[in-house]
């Protein structure tokens, strides 16, 4: 679909410039552009020369059968004297390069800046007021309030830029910029003042407006239609520190979600960049937000896994103390809430107690959980020995009840003794115990046994 491109907007005091250019409705394949599916409304690459003007005079670009550029036309109307002083505003396209120039040489205060302005655009022919009225061809282009009206600039000196759209009804919405920077700027069709969605559908005319009050002026490249980014941004979110081989970790965890987003770009102002999680559990839920430059918001969320508890290393079944005719019975267990026990060094505890050997003994063993945490635990007993235990080890130790009871006989009277305050009398039956294990030795006990014996007997 055509319609026709126009530089022109009254002056204040009089002046008016005014173009208008031929338009292309399909994509076309052409040097710089931004976008490959931008609707191209001028690259500057037709047509070439300088034009300047001042009083009630303007510049017309009317519709051509070329697609882009078109013929453009100089036409003075009302031709006057130059109000403000030492001007012309001028407009130059330069066709090899691609690019149009607009300047100026106003002298006068900066608050009259904006009274000196070209105005490139596409206008229908009841745009009024409008130099090219009942010539151009009204756009009817339905577009969306995610579009973006690109304006590449090659230059800028005087950072202003006003663009006016009209919808098939006769109404106006502008928006204007100081900030103009060299490269590609965006002007979301959203960002236009009372524009809604179903004006946004039927839109005849566009313009641009750009201060013309300095002689070096501001230079531009494009002017088009970009449809809009309607996709919000996506996270690749990765943690610090890493989670271990398990899923786990053992301390806090910063997500860093790593937003793109290959349409207008993320809102660095407006995007959550790390999260922290807090606590401990299984399946922790961090979540993030991310706005793009076209208003897009994305969500994204995160699991992590945190344990900060270490295991739990238990004994059970300790009795604490033990004859060295009983039995030990303690069972060791690692335990982990959380992320469970990966790996532990528990072993029970088992045996008679005199295995163990008189005295005190402790045994410890560690776990480590999923999460990497460390838990240990330990327990201890004492095996001791009396006439009365060290008698019924005798009687374990051999099958032999003679020499049992002929052996518990001796313990008991050195066991009586003791009681009686008859030291040397408990000590010659210890003795004649001993001098009866060691003849037993290799036949009624077994060597180790009478030695055990031997020993535990002088502890007594």
């Not at 005091?13 to 409705?25: D, Y």
């Not at 919000?232 to 987003?261: F, H, I, R």
Request: with cysteine.
């Amino acid at each position: 679909m055509n319609g026709s491109l126009l530089l022109g907007r009254a002056f204040a005091a009089g002046l008016t410039m005014a173009l208008a250019l031929s338009v292309l409705w399909t994509v076309p394949a052409y040097a710089g552009s931004p976008s490959l599916h931008d609707i191209v409304i001028d690259n500057f690459t037709s047509g070439s020369g300088t034009w300047s003007a001042c009083g009630n005079s303007t510049f017309d670009y009317y519709q051509s059968p070329s697609i882009i550029g078109g013929a453009r036309e100089l036409e003075m109307r009302d031709a006057g004297s130059c109000y403000f002083g030492p001007f012309p505003a001028q407009m130059s396209i330069n066709a090899a390069q691609g690019t149009a120039s607009w300047f100026g040489n106003n002298t006068y205060a900066p608050e009259q800046v904006f009274a000196y302005g070209t105005e490139i655009g596409t206008y229908g022919p009841s745009w009024s007021p409008s130099p090219n009225q009942g010539k151009g061809v009204p756009l009817n282009l339905s577009l969306n309030l995610s579009d973006d009206i690109v304006v590449n600039m090659v230059g800028v000196n005087n950072p202003y830029l006003a663009i006016r759209l009209r919808d098939g009804n006769g109404s106006t919405f502008s928006v204007g910029t100081a900030h103009l920077a060299v490269g590609t700027n965006l002007f979301p069709l959203s960002s236009f003042q009372g524009l809604t969605a179903a004006d946004a559908g039927n839109i005849d005319g566009i313009s641009f407006e750009g201060s013309a009050n300095t002689a070096s002026g501001d230079v531009a490249s494009l002017f088009a239609i970009r449809p809009g980014d309607t996709t919000p941004p996506v996270a690749v979110p990765s943690q610090t520190p890493a989670a271990n081989e398990y899923g786990w970790n053992n301390t806090n965890v910063t997500v860093n979600w790593n937003w793109s987003d290959s349409g207008s770009g993320v809102d660095l102002n407006d995007c959550t960049q790390t999260s922290t999680s807090s606590g401990q559990g299984v399946g922790i839920t961090l979540t993030a937000s991310c706005s793009d430059n076209a208003g897009n918001v994305g969500t994204a969320s995160y699991k992590v896994n945190v344990d900060e508890t270490p295991p739990v290393v238990g004994y059970t079944g300790n009795a604490g103390s033990y004859s060295v005719a009983q039995s030990v019975a303690i069972s060791c267990s690692a335990t982990d809430a959380l992320s469970g026990v990966a790996s532990d060094t528990c072993a029970n505890i088992a045996g008679p107690a005199w295995s163990f050997g008189l005295g005190n003994h402790i045994f410890s063993a560690t776990a480590i959980d999923k999460a990497g945490n460390v838990g240990s635990g330990s327990t201890s007993f004492t095996v001791t020995v009396d006439y009365a235990s060290l008698c019924a080890l005798t009687e374990e130790f051999t099958s032999n009840n003679g020499v049992a009871n002929s052996l518990c006989v001796k313990l008991d009277a050195a066991s009586s003794a003791v009681s009686r305050g008859k030291s040397k009398v408990a000590a010659n039956d210890l003795k004649a115990f001993d001098n009866e294990v060691a003849a037993q030795a290799g036949k009624a006990l077994t060597f180790d046994q009478s030695k055990l014996l031997t020993t535990f007997a002088a502890a007594l």
